[in-house]
């Protein structure tokens, strides 16, 4: 267990490192707002899903260019595994002539797997994603995301009703054409869980995107308020509370 921990933890370090050594592209402070409601699996069901929505501004709670809506079906193949498949539509616009019509139309399909590890106090997720990516201008992309996920309960050993945790992940996003490597996201975020249905999570986001001509990473404001359905007479699995995108 103590390797397992220990290694967890060397690729956290690793991960938040190649995050935040990049330079800014847009120095305004952006928001993210998301919405989202989970009907999860547990002790007695094996399907599940989720529907979320989900905008972001280019300042403050100002200059609003992008939407999306989506949501999934999962699946728990054993205890700590569960997978999903999911399906969503994004909206950009060029927030500095919002007037226009959208830059770009997407409607995405996607194939995940999540695999939880509970190391007493410590609790890590593995997200595994493939993507495939139809732009109504551009056409058809494929594109390859991980994500480690670390949650780390502050006045309760499970994030149970009313508790406090930090919650800290990173996610690098590949695609199948040169130069492979897209995108790099860092959180940093300070969550609550309310009741056992009412959780909300707020802290800094960090996008860096990269492409063969411009780079650059752009910090926001990442609010997720999310609203999970808790099954009658059943006893829920114990959950890493983390952000569905």
């Not at 370090?13 to 592209?25: D, E, G, R, Y």
């Not at 700590?80 to 002539?97: M, Q, V």
């Not at 797997?113 to 992309?141: A, P």
């Not at 996201?185 to 009741?195: C, D, E, H, M, P």
Request: aromatic share 14%; with cysteine; charged share 20%.
């Amino acid at each position: 267990m103590l390797k397992n921990t220990l290694s967890g933890l060397l690729s956290i370090l690793i991960l938040i490192f190649c995050s935040v050594n990049v330079k800014a592209q847009n120095s305004k402070t952006g928001t993210w707002g998301i919405v989202t409601v989970v009907l999860p699996g547990d002790s007695a069901h094996k399907w599940g899903g989720y529907i979320e929505l989900q905008t972001r501004t280019n300042t403050l709670f100002n200059e609003a260019f992008y939407y999306e809506v989506k949501g999934g079906i999962s699946y728990d193949i054993a205890k700590n595994y569960t997978a999903l498949i999911g399906t969503g539509r994004y909206i950009t616009y060029d927030y500095e002539n919002l007037d226009e019509p959208p830059t770009a139309l997407e409607t995405r399909l996607w194939e995940q797997l999540t695999v939880n590890q509970f190391l007493d106090r410590i609790k890590i997720e593995h997200r595994y994603r493939v993507e495939q990516r139809f732009f109504e201008k551009t056409g058809y992309r494929n594109r390859f995301r991980y994500r480690l996920n670390l949650a780390i309960p502050l006045n309760h050993r499970k994030v149970d009703p009313k508790t406090w945790y930090v919650a800290v992940f990173d996610e690098v996003f590949f695609n199948n054409k040169a130069p492979h490597f897209e995108r790099n996201r860092f959180s940093l975020a300070l969550g609550y869980q309310f009741t056992k249905a009412l959780n909300v999570q707020a802290g800094w986001m960090n996008q860096y995107n990269y492409n063969l001509t411009s780079a650059g990473a752009k910090n926001n404001l990442a609010i997720n308020v999310q609203y999970r359905f808790n099954r009658k007479n059943v006893k829920p699995r114990e959950h890493i509370p983390s952000i569905h995108d």
